[in-house]
């Protein structure tokens, strides 16, 4: 079977895996990126949410830095958006969203485009329409990934990996222990519509969320294959009892344009890493932390990342980043987002560099390497 060679491959291309990705190659490190669609972004594109969430506390504070802001700044360049003027933008823009807080929302296609941008300027070697089935180790240590594309097999090794999948699949498939918890049913979809909807583009173009989060989840772990096909179908059939309202008058201005390219679970798997946030460390200060992110859903404490949050307990030579970090419960909620993303997958991606550099694996690298190299970044 054939095989080549990087110092770092990073798995997945979703918002942590580019992050990753272009930092890795940045620091001067041949590296891959494997993705299994032919679109990056992940969830924040293919999952058509359409809002990059605050990089401030939600009390005029910015908190996110580095890479995660580069993006917030970028996402905007093909698209009818603007960054909000009290943080930086133009005068006059739309950010596309109410309030007052460092956020603003974005054409998923347009982001999708400058996110390969951003790879083709760091010189990242892009894998599209490639998936990961096989993993081979060396002892502990991760040394090699096996694919599968219109090529066929081959094998992608590498000093150091990085699994930013969203569901923890590098891990998986390499025998760590994944963790899981339940998902709501909230699908979003672009329609055009005669009435207002949750997400405007145009007079008629919206983004439409069916579903409310209530305590009432729609998918159990674990989140399996069949799983994942019961929660899309579930989706489908919300959206077809509000779409069947409609007589065929009604249709004509009333009618699904896209759904999400992939399945809209917030919360599919993670890895249990050698610190696993949980509810109660909302404000606490890490000894090790890569970086902060405010809460999202309502203004409070800034939530700090731990480096340990991204290390696997029972594997070595990979790195976690994006959705599948150790957080569970109401921490997950707010690592799981574009920004916290973006900063973890950023972290990971320096980590991995200094992993290569001095010959380690993550668990022995020194933290003031990494802090030095964070610092030095912006991050």
């Given at each position: ?21 272009v930092?890795?190659?940045r ?8 993705e ?26 910015q ?33 596309g ?115 409310k ?16 096909t ?18 065929r ?25 050698l ?31 731990p ?8 594997l ?43 010959g ?20």
């Open positions: 079977m054939k095989e080549v060679f990087y110092d770092i491959v990073v798995c997945g291309g979703g918002v942590a895996g580019v992050a990753a990705a930092t890795a190659a620091a001067g490190f041949r590296t891959a990126l494997i299994k669609q032919c679109l990056l972004g992940g969830l924040a594109t293919s999952g058509l949410i359409y809002i990059y969430l605050p990089l401030c506390d939600g009390k005029g504070k908190v996110t830095f580095g890479l995660a802001e580069e993006m917030f700044r970028r996402c905007v360049e093909y698209g009818p958006f603007e960054v909000p003027e009290r943080w930086g933008g133009p005068a006059g823009g739309d950010p969203i109410a309030g007052d807080r460092c956020q603003c929302c974005f054409s998923p296609a347009g982001f999708t485009l400058t996110l390969d941008k951003m790879l083709e300027e760091s010189g990242v070697d892009l894998l599209l329409d490639t998936l990961i089935v096989g993993v081979r180790k060396e002892g502990r240590r991760v040394a090699a990934v096996e694919t599968a594309d219109l090529s066929g097999r081959v094998w992608i090794g590498g000093k150091c990996f990085v699994d930013a999948t969203g569901c923890a699949q590098l891990a998986k498939l390499a025998g760590a222990r994944v963790l899981s918890e339940g998902n709501h049913n909230t699908p979003w979809i672009m329609e055009m519509a005669s009435d207002p909807s949750f997400f405007p583009f145009t007079e008629s173009l919206h983004v439409r969320v069916f579903g989060h209530t305590s009432e989840y729609a998918s159990e772990p674990p989140c399996d294959g069949r799983a994942v019961e929660f899309v179908r579930r989706s489908w059939r919300m959206i077809r009892s509000h779409y069947d309202q409609f007589d008058a009604g249709r004509r201005s009333n009618y699904p344009v896209h759904l999400p390219a992939m399945p809209q679970i917030r919360k599919v798997a993670r890895i249990d890493a610190y696993n946030l949980g509810d109660g460390d909302a404000g606490r200060p890490f000894d090790h932390a890569v970086g902060t992110v405010g809460d999202w859903i309502r203004p409070g404490p800034v939530w700090q990342a480096y340990e949050a991204l290390v696997p307990k029972d070595d030579g990979v790195l976690a980043a994006g959705r599948c970090i150790g957080a569970s419960g109401y921490a997950w909620e707010m690592f799981r987002v574009i920004p916290a993303a973006a900063l973890t997958g950023e972290a990971a991606g320096a980590a991995a560099a200094l992993c290569v550099q001095k380690l694996v993550p668990k022995e690298l020194p933290w003031s390497l990494l802090k030095e190299r964070l610092e030095t970044s912006g991050a």
